[in-house]
């Protein structure tokens, strides 16, 4: 197989390891311009509060740290899985179990009553499929490089200082599988992870309201900045259910007394938080 690539000058295509190179300073710059560790630890209303520029930076923001994170940790199990000297019945067992385990992910958070949620508590239940996910994650991430440690001791993947040029083209190739597989898989997770929290999280919908000034009992639910000083309130917590819009500016509204408004799910219910 890589021979067959490296006959077709992929890799020249794509600039060898100075490709990687301007690859990864594109992503520190990203990140050290976009002030991605106050991004990261942003709370719920630092977001409301900002605009739908910068919370779309936030979100490809904690992708591109991921993927960072992902690609580090592959890097990580490929000299790990070479050292032990894994063989490709190995690989084939963690693709199959990794696979399994996805589809179960998937069954458990496309399921309303799945039969873990007969037999465990929702609790127990999100419990265990964080277990599964987590190894789930763990077999995805080590089925390439569980393949290139097999590759590399078998010589088909030559990486010896005895050639640099063919080092080159190979280490270049094989980091850019890595990069590769680990931003499809952080997507792959997200999503899935997402669908989890949907799932077993305890409320239907989050949401932020001000009281107004005259009359106490209307509540003006805030949905978003529509220019850098002016929010879109409404009257209702989800906007297309809104009757009523009105535009205030930031500075007013917060300096007023913020509400957080949690609605359950499965009923009529809700907790309301003053923030």
Known sequence: MWDRILDGQFLSKLGGVGGIVAILSFMWTFLKKNQVITSLTSSKIERLISSKEKRTLIKISNYIVYVILGFIVSVFLTLLYFNLGMNEYVTLVISIIGTCLYFIIVYISLTKNSIFDKRFSRLKNFKF???ILMVQILCF?????????????EGSLELTLDKPEVLLVNLTLTLFSLLFTSSMFVLLIIMTFSQLREKF??????????????YEDMKWFIYHLIDKEHFLLGNSEYIHDATIFRTDERSKILSEKIHLLKILKNT????EYYI
């Open 129 to 131: 499929s964080l277990i």
């Open 141 to 153: 991430f080590s089925v390439l490089p569980s393949f290139l440690a097999n590759s590399i001791a």
């Open 201 to 214: 999280s305890k409320y239907e919908y989050e949401c932020f309201y001000v009281l107004d000034q005259e």
């Open 268 to 271: 009529e219910d809700s907790i």
